[in-house]
């Protein structure tokens, strides 16, 4: 299913300066190898929302090659930190590539692992944790952030509205990850909760 009708991706998308080559680079490679960034238009939900939290620590569970962090990176004042995790030793590596060469560096750190996991590393609260791993994970992940981000601070998620899989009554592991964690979030008396339909479905909770 599609969520936004393609027309209406494409007005959005229209109305977007290019003016940062190393993002229209990820964007590029993302297409050729077909990799699921989360792309223009959650990047800057991503960006706006970390400006409004005032965030200045930020978790990521699945880094890919870096583009999500790339948006929160440029968002975070000088001294903010986003911390990448990322199964994959190679993904990292292109993210470090990347981040070098657009002097975002200093911003980041690199752990390459389990996100769920790698987050016991890191000591104190985040302003934000962002969740993008296998989807059937989404449950654990749930469970090992959501007592890590401060009051006022934000849990996001993409890929909620998994292409409208989730309204389907379905045992995929992917889908069954993505709506326990969905009723987890919406539940949980620590958070106020929404998903916002662009793209695949970001889910937005506040901590309260
Ligand atoms: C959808 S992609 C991430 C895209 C990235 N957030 C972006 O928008 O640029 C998912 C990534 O999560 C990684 N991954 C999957 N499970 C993971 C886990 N438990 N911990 C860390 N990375 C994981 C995969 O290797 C893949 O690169």
Redesign the pocket.
């Known amino acids: 299913m599609e969520i936004v009708a393609k027309e209406i991706d494409r007005y959005i998308e229209g109305l977007y300066s290019k003016e940062d080559p190393i993002l229209q680079e990820m964007e590029r490679l993302g297409k050729v190898r077909n990799?699921?960034?989360?792309g223009p238009q959650v990047g800057r939900v991503l960006f706006i929302l970390a400006k409004l939290v005032n965030a200045k620590r930020v978790f990521?569970?699945?880094?890919?090659?870096?583009?999500?962090?790339y948006w929160f990176a440029k968002a975070l004042p000088i001294r903010g930190m986003v911390y990448q995790?990322?199964?994959?030793p190679q993904?990292s590596e292109l993210a470090k590539e990347f981040f070098t060469k657009a002097g975002l560096h200093k911003k980041t750190e690199f752990l390459v692992?389990?996100?769920?996991k790698l987050i016991d590393q890191v000591k104190g609260e985040f302003d934000i944790i962002?969740i993008?791993?296998?989807k059937l994970?989404y449950p654990k992940a749930f469970a090992k952030a959501k007592n890590r981000i401060r009051k006022g601070g934000l849990l996001l998620t993409?890929n909620l509205l998994w292409s409208g899989e989730v309204l389907e009554d379905t045992d995929d592991p992917d889908t069954c990850g993505i709506k326990e964690f969905t009723q987890l979030l919406f539940n949980d008396s620590a958070f106020f909760a929404t998903i916002l339909p662009i793209r695949d479905g970001v889910g937005v909770g506040y901590k309260l």
């Open positions: 990799f699921p960034i989360v990521e569970m699945g880094s890919g090659f870096g583009y999500s962090a995790t990322e199964a994959s993904n692992g389990d996100g769920v962002f993008d791993i296998n994970d993409d």
